[in-house]
């Protein structure tokens, strides 16, 4: 599980239910829960989102909140190190012993990409075919990340859209003048709402899926030059150097060293 991700939900939670209660006291609390202003937020907000996706990916949408509690099984140095053996393998047996080498990997994507190679297909389609699912794969997350995206967008305006229905309602009756206060009050529970959906779940959960899709694609790419550098028989130091240029600076000392003591 990513404690990250919990614990940032639980935390900015905690901080907010910490001010309400410093400044308005425990008693305080239930002046910010009100069902018919959470109803017009979240109600609408979901529904504006229902009208901007098919049911699946609506669906899709909403189950992907699970993935931010994940850590992602992405590890590059390992697998440069993993694409390095098998440069190794390949340059003393030859490609066609990848063949054995791949029933071995759980990777499907570097499976597919090594029997591609096996089986004799030009470099230039290997790219393509790969670089496809590739693309295909960051459409799905993309769809996943858009759904948040468009939740989030919603959630402030359908706050805006209770406050001014409560605004609405206090304006035609203002015959009460001490009535005129907890009616606004009211009035914008639906923003604060609004700004808790987006701030609090929809942008921090659009963010962790944005951060976990560029680790997989770039996970991806190593794949994808690492194969076509096998393919075109390049020495294995020279391929583990062009896969490096992934890595950030301090990852790349970490690697140096390991070989070393190796």
Same mark, same amino acid.
């Given at each position: 599980m990513d404690i990250a991700s919990l614990v940032g939900l639980i935390f900015g939670f905690s901080m907010m239910i910490f001010g309400i209660i410093s400044s308005a006291g425990l008693s305080g609390v239930s002046n910010y829960l009100d069902p018919p202003s959470a109803l017009i937020t979240f109600g609408g907000a979901i529904g504006a989102t229902l009208c901007s996706f098919n049911l699946q990916d609506f669906i899709a949408g909403l189950k992907s909140f699970t993935l931010i509690f994940k850590v992602p099984a992405i590890n590059t140095s390992d697998m440069i190190k993993k694409i390095i053996d098998l440069s190794n393998v390949a340059r003393k047996e030859g490609l066609l012993s990848l063949e054995e080498a791949a029933a071995e990997l759980d990777e499907?994507?570097?499976?597919?990409?090594?029997?591609? &190679? +096996?089986?004799?297909?030009?470099?230039?389609?290997?790219?393509?075919?790969?670089?496809?699912?590739?693309?295909?794969?960051?459409?799905?997350?993309? %769809?996943?990340?858009?759904?948040?995206? +468009?939740?989030?967008?919603?959630?402030?305006?359908?706050?805006? &859209?209770?406050?001014?229905?409560?605004? +609405?309602?206090?304006?035609? %009756?203002?015959?009460?003048?001490?009535?005129?206060?907890?009616?606004?009050?009211?009035?914008?529970?639906?923003?604060?709402?609004?700004?808790?959906?987006?701030?609090?779940?929809?942008?921090?959960?659009? %963010?962790?899926?944005?951060?976990?899709?560029?680790?997989?694609?770039?996970?991806?790419?190593?794949?994808?030059?690492?194969?076509?550098?096998?393919?075109?028989?390049?020495?294995?130091?020279? &391929?583990?150097?062009?896969?490096?240029?992934?890595?950030?600076?301090?990852?790349? +000392?970490?690697?140096?060293?390991?070989?070393?003591?190796?």
């Amino acid at each position: 599980m990513d404690i990250a991700s919990l614990v940032g939900l639980i935390f900015g939670f905690s901080m907010m239910i910490f001010g309400i209660i410093s400044s308005a006291g425990l008693s305080g609390v239930s002046n910010y829960l009100d069902p018919p202003s959470a109803l017009i937020t979240f109600g609408g907000a979901i529904g504006a989102t229902l009208c901007s996706f098919n049911l699946q990916d609506f669906i899709a949408g909403l189950k992907s909140f699970t993935l931010i509690f994940k850590v992602p099984a992405i590890n590059t140095s390992d697998m440069i190190k993993k694409i390095i053996d098998l440069s190794n393998v390949a340059r003393k047996e030859g490609l066609l012993s990848l063949e054995e080498a791949a029933a071995e990997l759980d990777e499907p994507f570097l499976k597919k990409g090594i029997l591609l &190679i +096996v089986d004799g297909t030009d470099p230039d389609l290997v790219r393509a075919i790969m670089e496809t699912e590739l693309v295909s794969v960051e459409g799905r997350h993309k %769809n996943l990340i858009g759904f948040w995206d +468009v939740l989030g967008s919603m959630g402030p305006a359908w706050g805006m &859209i209770g406050t001014l229905i409560g605004l +609405v309602d206090m304006l035609n %009756n203002m015959s009460d003048a001490s009535a005129i206060g907890p009616a606004m009050a009211v009035a914008l529970i639906t923003t604060l709402y609004g700004s808790i959906l987006a701030n609090w779940i929809c942008i921090p959960v659009s %963010n962790k899926l944005k951060a976990d899709n560029a680790a997989e694609m770039m996970l991806k790419e190593v794949m994808i030059e690492g194969l076509l550098s096998i393919q075109a028989g390049e020495n294995p130091r020279v &391929i583990e150097e062009k896969l490096k240029s992934f890595l950030a600076p301090k990852d790349r +000392v970490g690697e140096e060293e390991a070989g070393g003591e190796e």
